[in-house]
């Protein structure tokens, strides 16, 4: 054996060695990788199992649709409420077919907004919330059960449209009799008498709106063609000596090319009737204008004062029943703060939209948006 014999098989002991070593150290590392996988992969499985749990003990139906429409989750209030089983993986529409859902989840996916809408589904009635959630397109709807409240609603509103039939006949009396006995008496009791039948005047008004508010709720009106342009005209022609008398301008800007929308007459005459009446009664110099124009394939109508205006912390509540800004002034002019409700209500019977903008001492403007097509 020469040296470089002996040299070469030295190389090769230390080159086994030195490969055990390394074998050895990969293992370890191997071994500890998988370990580690194993820990991470354990407390995945045991978050996402107590995060199955948490949703399944929340007694609110939520439900994940991703953007294929297929359920990847449901959790079980959700199969309770909805009485079927095993939703995960199946279509949504195998389970909803209410339009309103559809449209809103359609909606959803088209605008990214959160949405929050009333739903009859499954004999009850929910307040559903949509939600989009990730960049895979999935959605969160949660449910809301408001079958007792609207059943509370319902039989409170019942009561009152009730309670309104019953005082009609009364107050007419009370009015027709108090109108023949003022022409009969003078001086003092004639004051009072007045008095008797100012008031009689305006629980009348509100008997009046109570029903026509229960009347808009309970029927659907049947759509017909109704000219816009005429119908301004002529209801703001019913104001035009208030006007005068108040040195209040009216002016109209009528787009007379786009002017037919589906409607119902009555019911829209009843609605410029209280958005004139109210610009009117709360403006006490200047102008109201009328303007209507197409805008993004709706029939576009504002109505523009230079009245007292609204404070920014009514707007919110201005559509709500009895709300008044200014509760002597509102009475005062026989006001009953129905009006903007059952103008809504209209609005809404004719799938239309309504907006208010107001500058408290410089005007209001109400925007009307109104479909060209039922
Ligand atoms: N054009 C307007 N300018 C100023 N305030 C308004 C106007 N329209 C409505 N309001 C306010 O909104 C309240 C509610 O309006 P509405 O429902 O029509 O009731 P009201 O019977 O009092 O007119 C009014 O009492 C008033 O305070
Ligand atoms: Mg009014």
């Known amino acids: 054996m020469n040296e470089f014999t002996i040299f070469l098989l030295a190389l090769i002991i230390m080159a086994a060695i030195f490969s055990h070593l390394r074998a050895g ?16 992969m354990a407390s995945a499985l045991s978050a996402k199992k107590s995060l199955l749990e948490t949703m399944n003990s929340i007694s609110m139906p939520c439900l994940v649709v991703d953007g294929q429409g297929k359920v990847t989750f449901a959790n079980r209030a959700m199969e309770i409420s909805s009485g079927f089983q095993g939703m995960s993986g199946r279509n949504y529409l195998e389970f909803i077919k209410e339009p309103g859902f559809i449209r809103a989840l359609q909606d959803i996916r088209r605008h990214g907004k959160p949405l929050d809408t009333e739903i009859s589904l499954w004999r009850k009635v929910f307040l559903v919330s949509f939600s989009i959630f990730g960049d895979t397109g999935n959605i969160l709807v949660s449910l809301r059960d408001v079958t007792a409240e609207k059943e509370v609603e319902k039989i409170k509103k019942e009561l009152v449209t009730n309670m309104s039939h019953e ?14 006995l003022r022409d009969e008496v003078t001086g003092e009791p004639r004051k009072y008498l007045d008095v008797i039948l100012k008031h009689a005047d305006r629980l009348i008004s509100i008997v009046n709106d109570i029903l026509s508010l229960s009347g808009l709720e309970e ?45 119902d007459r009555f019911k829209m005459e009843e609605l410029f009737i ?32 230079t009245g007292i205006g609204i404070p920014e912390r009514s707007l919110p509540r201005i559509f709500e029943r009895f709300y008044v800004v200014d509760k002597s002034r509102s009475r005062e002019t026989g006001g009953t703060g129905l009006g903007l409700s059952i103008v809504k209500h209209i ?11 107001s500058r408290l001492g410089s005007g209001t403007e109400i925007l009307l948006k109104f479909p060209l097509h039922s």
Request: charged residues 30%.
């Open 25 to 40: 150290r990969f293992k370890r590392m191997a071994e500890s990788i998988t370990l580690k996988c194993d820990t991470a």
């Open 167 to 180: 005082l009609k006949t009364p107050l007419t009396a009370i009015k027709g009799y108090g109108e023949t």
């Open 219 to 263: 029927t659907k009106p049947e759509l017909v063609p109704v000219d816009i342009s005429d119908l301004i005209r002529e209801t703001s022609s019913l104001f035009s000596e208030k006007m005068k008398k108040r040195k209040i301008e009216l002016i109209l800007d009528l787009d007379e090319s786009n002017r037919i929308v589906p409607g």
């Open 274 to 305: 209280n958005l004139i009446d109210n610009a009117v009664r709360y403006t006490d110099e200047g102008n109201i204008s009328i303007r209507s124009f197409l805008k993004d394939d709706l029939l576009n109508v504002t109505i523009r004062d």
């Open 347 to 357: 609005m809404m019977l004719h799938k239309g939209n309504i907006e208010i903008s």
